[in-house]
């Protein structure tokens, strides 16, 4: 079993910027890859970026490419999502979550990812 647990949103202006963490309980966090998806009001989980167990490969929504990077301190047993310039269309619930034993593409679909954390909130006023 693993635990996710989410900070880091808030209330941004376009353009801003905001780091979401997602701290990890488990001793084998540095086996899984993890994910980023995203929630709006009314609209399906989406994708938003993923990293690899070992950090060497990462992956993004497309419009989220030049943005956003996604990064993991295995140390910490914890997932970051750094997002720039963020836009009114970035508002969602963020939610990170855990993939054991999936690696490549399959990282972008919502389906193989077993542990959810409870979500972020991110606004971007206009």
């Known amino acids: 079993q693993v635990q996710l647990v989410e900070s880091g949103g808030g209330l941004v202006q376009a353009g801003g910027s905001l780091r979401l963490s997602c701290a990890a309980s488990?001793?084998?966090?540095?086996?899984?890859?993890m994910g980023w998806f995203r929630q709006a009001p009314g609209k399906e989980r989406e994708f938003v970026a993923a990293?690899?167990?070992?950090?060497?490969?990462?992956y993004y929504e497309e419009s989220m490419k030049g943005r956003s990077t996604i990064s993991r301190d295995n140390a910490k047993n914890t997932v970051y999502l750094q997002m720039n310039s963020l836009k009114p269309e970035d508002t969602a619930v963020y939610y990170c979550?855990?993939?054991?034993?999936?690696?490549?593409?399959?990282?972008?679909?919502?389906?193989?990812?077993?542990?959810w954390g409870q979500g972020t909130q991110v606004t971007v006023s206009s």
């Open positions: 990293i690899s167990w070992t950090g060497s490969n990462t």
């Open positions: 979550a855990v993939a054991p034993d999936v690696s490549g593409e399959l990282l972008q679909r919502v389906r193989p990812y077993r542990y």
């Open positions: 488990g001793n084998t966090f540095s086996r899984y890859a």
